[in-house]
């Protein structure tokens, strides 16, 4: 009762602050509910509170918003080695809330055990629901949404190997027909876990069940030859995706080939291919650029960098934020400290402003290089339009040369 008592309180200077409202004749959303109980859970470290603030927040996964409050919960369990709070947590959430003994809450559980790398516990889980016959229903076949949050959840705690062993074992126990989503899971698993060799017999099996891949499936494929180097099996993936299923490489395939060129340092390779992209009349999206000016960062290419964000701009391609904060990030660490001033006040402009730590640097660059009162100008610009760490921003000012 503290802590629901604790989250009104502190919904209620959330909701006047944000919006204005009454509180006495606004009833707490429980969009305003998560809020606050996600604001809580940033700073708790005590494993009972964390569990006290979801209880008293009646989170529920219809809701996006609660499915990050979940996350957040189980990660900050997880990194604190506390895996049985997690698992007593989801048991005592499925048999003690009816709204959750679902096939949805029971999916959502699986995958959140398999962000805490709790593996034994999400095949536990889905055990459970087929042989105990979930809300007295018989299953005549096994439930495909849960194999594939299960493969997903293996995925998610790097268990590669064990990918191959549910899909093979489970599809046969459980009489249960992959879909797409099962096959793409597969794939993206071989991938991630440097086999994607093995990927050939799981599009030979999806010919023979009839399954047709789609460019999530050839992407997947695309990313892991990427990541192990075999460059020609990229073009015959490429070749195999156009000439055999007639799907186009839209931008969604160039991000992936982009991204992947820019994660083996080959960032000049992925410009190059930004260019055929544009030839070819397929529109570049602002995660494009992204990935390229971080490429071009990492390499120590900051003149490419400011080239390209250029380019972006003229374009027509507006800039998000981590495109300029990945950009002042990078300038300040290089000490261009000018350029990512420039770059700085046109994202505030936007209001998108960068992190504190990166806005530090560049505060802390500037008045050091003898700027200070640009420096200045950029505090008081935050502290204005921006109120979240006002009393840092007060200390940094207050360690400026004068």
């Known amino acids: 009762m503290a802590l629901l008592a604790r989250l009104r309180l502190q919904s209620f200077h959330l909701l006047r602050r944000r919006h204005h409202l009454n509180f006495s004749t606004s009833p707490l959303s429980s969009t305003s509910k998560t809020r606050v109980a996600l604001s809580l859970l940033k700073t708790e470290t005590n494993p009972e509170k964390i569990l006290e603030i979801c209880r008293s927040a009646s989170l529920t996964p219809e809701a996006n918003i609660d499915r990050i409050a979940f996350s957040v919960a189980i990660d900050k369990l997880a990194k604190s080695n506390n895996f049985s709070y997690i698992d007593e947590f989801l048991t005592e959430l499925r048999t003690s809330r009816p709204d959750l003994r679902t096939e949805q809450f029971a999916a959502?559980?699986?995958?959140?055990?398999?962000?805490?790398?709790?593996?034994?516990?999400?095949?536990?889980?889905?055990?459970?629901?087929?042989?105990?016959?979930?809300?007295?229903?018989?299953?005549?076949?096994?439930?495909?949404?849960?194999?594939?949050?299960?493969?997903?959840?293996?995925?998610?705690?790097?268990?590669?190997?064990?990918?191959?062993?549910?899909?093979?074992?489970?599809?046969?126990?459980?009489?249960?027909?992959?879909?797409?989503d099962t096959y793409n899971t597969v794939i993206q698993a071989f991938s991630e876990g440097g086999s994607s060799s093995s990927c050939y017999s799981v599009l030979n099996e999806m010919d023979k069940k009839g399954v047709k891949p789609n460019a999530t499936t050839f992407g997947n494929l695309i990313a892991g030859f990427y990541k192990e180097e075999k460059f020609e099996d990229v073009g015959k993936v490429l070749k195999m995706m156009e000439e055999d299923y007639g799907i186009n490489a839209g931008i969604d395939i160039y991000n992936i080939r982009i991204r992947s060129l820019c994660k083996l340092k080959r960032s000049k390779e992925a410009e190059a291919l930004l260019g055929g992209c544009i030839a070819r009349g397929v529109k570049p999206k602002a995660v494009t650029y992204r990935y390229l000016i971080f490429g071009f960062c990492k390499e120590g290419n900051l003149e490419g960098a400011k080239s390209l964000f250029?380019?972006?701009?003229?374009?027509?391609?507006?800039?998000?934020?981590?495109?300029?904060?990945?950009?002042?990030?990078?300038?300040?660490?290089?000490?261009?400290?000018?350029?990512?001033?420039?770059?700085?006040?046109?994202?505030?402009?936007?209001?998108?402003?960068?992190?504190?730590?990166?806005?530090?640097?560049?505060?802390?660059?500037?008045?050091?290089?003898?700027?200070?009162?640009?420096?200045?100008?950029?505090?008081?610009?935050?502290?204005?339009?921006?109120?979240?760490?006002?009393?840092?921003?007060?200390?940094?000012?207050?360690?400026?040369?004068?």
């Not at 008081?380 to 360690?399: H, P, Q, T």
């Open 108 to 180: 959502h559980s699986i995958v959140l055990f398999g962000k805490a790398g709790m593996i034994d516990n999400a095949i536990r889980l889905f055990k459970e629901y087929h042989e105990k016959n979930q809300n007295g229903v018989v299953l005549s076949s096994g439930s495909v949404k849960l194999l594939n949050s299960l493969l997903l959840s293996c995925i998610l705690a790097k268990k590669y190997d064990e990918v191959k062993r549910v899909f093979v074992n489970f599809t046969k126990s459980y009489t249960i027909e992959p879909s797409l």
């Open 310 to 402: 250029k380019s972006m701009v003229n374009r027509g391609c507006k800039p998000d934020y981590y495109c300029y904060s990945t950009l002042i990030y990078f300038l300040s660490k290089g000490r261009d400290f000018e350029s990512a001033y420039r770059i700085c006040k046109e994202s505030m402009e936007k209001k998108l402003v960068p992190n504190f730590p990166t806005m530090k640097m560049l505060v802390e660059g500037l008045a050091n290089s003898g700027n200070v009162e640009k420096a200045k100008e950029l505090i008081g610009e935050i502290k204005e339009k921006f109120s979240k760490n006002v009393d840092l921003w007060n200390e940094v000012e207050a360690g400026l040369p004068q």
